[in-house]
Every structure is written in C-alpha cells, then in structure tokens.
C-alpha cells in the first residue's frame, strides 16, 4: 500500500483534487439549485410546482450514470463538446440537486404553517417571510439528512471514471491494471475518499448540534 | 368613518358555505366583539379582513381598499391591519426584539435606530421590555401572546384583529393578555375586531357585539343591548346565558 503511494502520488493526488473539486462545485450548485426547486414546490403558483414537480421526478428516477452520458455524449452531438469532468460535474449537480429538493421541501413543509401566517399578517411578502422566517427553520431541520446527500455527493462524484474525469476513481483504475496490485490500490482509494468523506460528516454533526 | 365594510360577503370552501351573506360596517376606532358556537365562521370572517382568507363573492373594503379586487394589494392592507393568533406565531427562530423589529424594517423600511426605539416602546407597553434578548421559546404563553400584540403595535396598523388571543393561554396567563388589549381598546383611533369568550372583556371595552352561527351574523348590538337587554335572536340568547353561566 505504501508503495502505491510512493509510486502513483502524483496519479492518486490529481484524481483526490478533482473529486474534490467536482464534490465542492456539485455541491455548491445542487445546494443553489435544490433549494430553488424546494421553494418553487411550495409557492402558491400552480406553474413553479409543476415545473419542480417534473423537474424532481424526472432527475431523481433516472441513473446518474445515464444523466452523465447524456452530457457526455449527446449534448456534445448537437451543441458543444464538453469534457469528461464537466459532463460528470453536471450530471451529479442535477442529479443531487432533486433529492436535495426533496429533502429541503420537508423541511419547508416542516415548519408550522403559522409561521408563514404570522410573519403574511406582519405585512411580510411571501418570498420575505419564506427568506426570513421559515428557510432558515426549514434548514435546520434538514441538515441531518443533507449531510447525507453531501456524502452521496462525494461518493457518487466517481462517476467521473465513465467519462474519463480523472477522478479518484479513473486514477484507481489506471494505477490497479498498471500495478496489477489490485487490492492495495482500491483500499488507497479507499482511504481518499474517507478523507474526504469522514470531515464532511463530522462537520454536519457539529452544525446540527450547533444550531439546534 | 367607516374602517371595515362587508357588502354581501360569500365565502366558500368548495361546496361548504363558510360565510353566508355577511353586511357588516366597522367605525374606526370601534371595538367589536365576534361571539358563537365554533364553526360558526367567526375566525373565517376575521381572516378575510386582512386577506388571509379570501371571499368569492360581494365586497369587503378595509381601509378604503376593496379586498375582492385582484389588484389589490394584500401586502399594502397588512400593513395597516394587524393581527393576533390563538397561538402567538412567533418567529422561532428570531429573538423577542428581532421578531417585533423585522417587519417594520423590511415593510416599512424604517431606520435601525428608530425602529429599535419603537420596539422597545412596545416591549414596555405590553411591560416585558427585559425580555427582549430572549427567544420565544423561553417565554410563557401569555408572555408570547403580549410581545405577539407588540409586532402588530410596532407596524402602527389602524386595524388589529383578534383571533381567539386568550383561548390557548393557562387561566392565569389570560388576565396579563386582556389588560394589554382594554388598553389598546381605549385608545380612540384604534379599530379593534376580536374573536373571544372573554365577556368581561367585551362588557369592558366592547362598541358593539356580533354572534354568528352557520355562517351567518344573527345579532349584531350595542354592548347595552347584548348585555344588559335581550339578543333579540333566540340561539344567541342560549349562546350567551351558556358562556356566562359556565
């Protein structure tokens, strides 16, 4: 195992910095995107919620791996071609980003109503009382189950090795069928993504309990 | 002049009829007491004056606006029209202070300083102005209900409508709520609407009282007339000698 380090560093240490990055912009953006889905599910305009709707269940009921093809292959057929890292990055980021719909919606849905009412007969406009009110209560409910959509995120981010992102993954593969040491290899690889993995849940834990 | 007009109001929650032809005129600065049996529609009527509800057929004008207008905007009538919940609605997650000083800083844009002056204010009328650190959680129901009266006075709405203020609050927790309500009442400009069995209360400082039942406003009198005469109307008359004998 140490071998492999001393061997393949710099191949191990390029595929850990694009997983990370591909988890870090993924996360950010299916954060952004989630979250906008949630709310346009509980607007009171029928159009928004139909639009989540379809949104969710389409992205949410079809394999990451065929989304991420989807961008890999057919949008470079007719549009523009895009790398394998950027084709992967997307199809997580839309991917996660209709679980973490879900999940903040329930946390929305969470919420007593009348905390909605009360801050509507403050004088508050819908989106105010949404943005001041009842997303910040909304969120506090749903880190528990963010934290683990963040480290389905990181994990899921080795669908990078399918289209050539060179990820942790596609780096894995690479050194394991160059080194033919199997076994080392994957638990290295192993061990990458825990690095990854353990802090982000360790630090989920320290939020929950720091906000709740 | 007239703060609060129901002109034929119907209000329907798909095939029920929640609201059957209601008339009513509200004076401003009056205090009007809403009586009956639930169900009766009393919190319906008391929702639709600030739009949280909204009616399907006649006219209701708040403040000169007519509600049943779709370019009317609710945002501009809530802003004049307070209201009180049965269960306080407090902003959980903000504290006694910030919860009174969010809607004025967000609606009416008023300065930090000014708001914040204003805020303690309130906090003093309704005397838990050393609770303004605290998160409402910390607080009692009666407690909670007082700074709720606070929010709406800091908005310096015209209208405050009361829905069943007292009704969740522990027997000795009430007393606290409705002398900060007769206070308001006395004052001369404010319009007051409140849903309650509190006949103290409405024998204090109440105009007028209405009793509804089915949806319908059955009797609607002078507080001399309720009180001490007869509702002309026979449910009301059991109604009343119900909620005083008990």
Request: net charge neutral; with cysteine.
């Amino acid at each position: 195992m140490i071998a492999i380090f001393h061997n393949y560093g710099s191949l191990l240490l390029q595929g850990f910095g694009q997983t990370l990055l591909c988890s870090v912009i993924a996360l950010i953006f299916s954060l952004i995107i989630g979250s906008m889905f949630a709310i346009f599910e509980t607007t009171p305009s029928k159009f928004l919620r139909v639009i989540a709707r379809i949104y969710i269940e389409v992205f949410r009921n079809i394999p990451l791996l065929v989304i991420t093809m989807f961008f890999f292959v057919v949008i470079p057929m007719f549009v523009a071609k895009i790398n394998g890292f950027t084709a992967g990055t997307i199809g997580l980021t839309i991917y996660t980003s209709a679980f973490i719909a879900e999940t903040v919606r329930s946390g929305i849905n969470s919420v007593d109503p009348g905390q909605m009412e009360g801050a509507r007969a403050n004088g508050l406009s819908w989106w105010q009382a949404m943005r001041y009110v009842v997303l910040p209560q909304a969120f506090r409910y749903v880190i528990p189950p963010l934290g683990n959509q963040f480290i389905n995120l990181v994990k899921n981010s080795s669908v990078l090795a399918f289209v050539a992102g060179f990820d942790l993954m596609y780096q894995g593969n690479v050194i394991a069928s160059d080194s033919l040491n199997t076994m080392s290899t994957y638990i290295c690889i192993g061990i990458l993504y825990l690095i990854i993995t353990l802090p982000l849940s360790y630090w989920m834990r320290y939020l929950e309990k720091k906000l709740a | 002049m007239s703060m609060i007009e129901f002109h034929n109001v119907q209000k329907y929650y798909g095939e029920f009829h929640a609201l059957h032809d209601i008339n009513l005129t509200i004076d401003t600065g009056e205090t009007v007491v809403l009586i009956g049996p639930s169900g009766s529609g009393k919190s319906t009527l008391i929702r639709t004056v600030n739009g949280l509800e909204r009616i399907q057929e006649g006219q209701l004008i708040v403040n000169g606006q007519d509600l049943a207008d779709k370019k009317t905007d609710m945002n501009r009538i809530r802003k004049n029209v307070g209201m009180v919940f049965q269960h306080f609605n407090l902003y959980a997650n903000k504290t006694i202070l910030e919860n009174i000083m969010l809607a004025p800083r967000l609606v009416l844009k008023r300065p930090e300083e000014e708001n914040k002056k204003i805020a303690m204010n309130m906090l003093d009328r309704v005397g838990l102005a050393d609770q303004a650190p605290k998160m409402p959680s910390q607080l009692s129901g009666g407690q909670q209900q007082r700074i709720a009266i606070a929010r709406s006075l800091a908005m310096k709405p015209k209208a405050l409508l009361f829905d069943e203020p007292t009704s969740a609050l522990d027997p000795e927790m009430i007393d606290d709520v409705l002398n900060v309500m007769k206070d308001i009442a006395r004052d001369s400009s404010m319009t007051m609407l409140v849903v309650t069995h509190e006949m103290g209360f409405a024998r204090e400082v109440a105009n007028r009282v209405i009793f509804m039942a089915d949806g319908r406003v059955l009797e609607d009198d002078s507080k001399e007339k309720f009180f001490d005469g007869q509702p002309s109307n026979e449910r009301a008359r059991q109604f009343l000698s119900k909620i005083i004998t008990h």
